[in-house]
């Protein structure tokens, strides 16, 4: 069983950045692919990136070349760089590990973006 923790939220004006990190206990994070998705008030869980086991990223149209995602498996860790921060960027953003799919999520943390 993948326990995963987020940390990083917080609140931020527009145009700045924020980096959130994905920590994970209970399993090899090397096996996973990895990725964060995010949800909005009163809208459905949206993909924002993954990570594949060999590095491959993937990015949700909206965010591309703004946001960032990496692993460190040293660390049995997965970050989100956010930067260039928008309102519409406001979400609880949740991380998720898997095989052929999301498997295990972690609680979320909030990101505001407001001035």
């Known amino acids: 069983q993948v326990q995963l923790v987020e940390s990083g939220g917080g609140l931020v004006q527009p145009g700045g950045s924020l980096r959130l990190s994905c920590a994970a206990s209970?399993?090899?994070?090397?096996?996973?692919?990895m990725g964060w998705y995010r949800q909005a008030p009163g809208k459905e869980r949206e993909l924002v990136a993954t990570?594949?086991?060999?590095?491959?990223?993937n990015y949700e149209d909206a965010i591309k070349g703004r946001f960032t995602i990496s692993r460190d498996n040293g660390k049995r860790t997965v970050y989100l760089q956010m930067n260039s921060l928008k309102p519409e960027d406001t979400a609880v953003y949740y991380c998720?590990?898997?095989?052929?799919?999301?498997?295990?999520w972690g609680q979320g943390t909030q990101v505001t973006v407001s001035a």
């Open positions: 998720n590990a898997g095989v052929n799919g999301p498997a295990y």
């Open positions: 209970g399993g090899i994070i090397s096996f996973y692919d």
């Open positions: 990570i594949t086991t060999g590095f491959r990223t």
